[in-house]
C-alpha cells in the first residue's frame, strides 16, 4: 500500500467513526467500532472493517443498516476529502477481536489442563 492510501484510509476511517456515532439515526447501527478501512490503488473503492458488539444476527443486521447508510457516509466523506473520486464504501465484518477471544479462550482451556495433569503445581 502507497503512503497515499494509507492516509485516505485513516482520513475515511474517522469521517465514517464520526459520522455513524453521531449522525446515523437507524437503529440498527449501534455498537459499532470502525476498526480499519482498506483503499483500493485506483481509490475506488474502500473496505471498512467493523466490529459489532453482539451475536451473529445483530452483527447481520447492524451489517445491512451500514449498507443501507452507505450513500450518506460517501456524501459525507466527500465533502471532507479534496480528491477526485470518493471511494465506494464497502462494510465488512471484522472477525479479528472474535478470533483473538477463541485463541486466549483455548489457551486459558489448555494451561488449566495442564496444571490438573501436574497435580496443580503452576508451570512456569
Known amino acids: 500500500m502507497s503512503r497515499r492510501t ?13 459520522s455513524i456515532l453521531t449522525e446515523i439515526q437507524d ?4 455498537d459499532v ?3 480499519r478501512v482498506d483503499v483500493s490503488g ?5 473496505k471498512v472493517y467493523v466490529s459489532v458488539m453482539g451475536d451473529d ?3 447481520n443486521l447492524c451489517l445491512k443498516g451500514l449498507k443501507s447508510c452507505a450513500g450518506f457516509l460517501q456524501t459525507k466523506v466527500a465533502k471532507r476529502m479534496e480528491t477526485r473520486y470518493v471511494p465506494h464504501l464497502n462494510f465488512v465484518l471484522d472477525q479479528g477481536i472474535k478470533n483473538q477471544l477463541l485463541v486466549s479462550k483455548m489457551l486459558d482451556d489448555e494451561k488449566k489442563e495442564m496444571n490438573a495433569a501436574n497435580g496443580g503445581a503452576p508451570q512456569q
Open 57 to 59: 444476527t445483530k452483527q
Open 33 to 35: 467500532t470502525v476498526v
Open 42 to 46: 485506483d481509490m475506488q473503492t474502500a
Open 27 to 30: 437503529p440498527r447501527v449501534k
Open 6 to 18: 494509507l492516509k485516505a484510509g485513516e482520513t475515511i476511517r474517522q469521517i465514517v467513526a464520526m
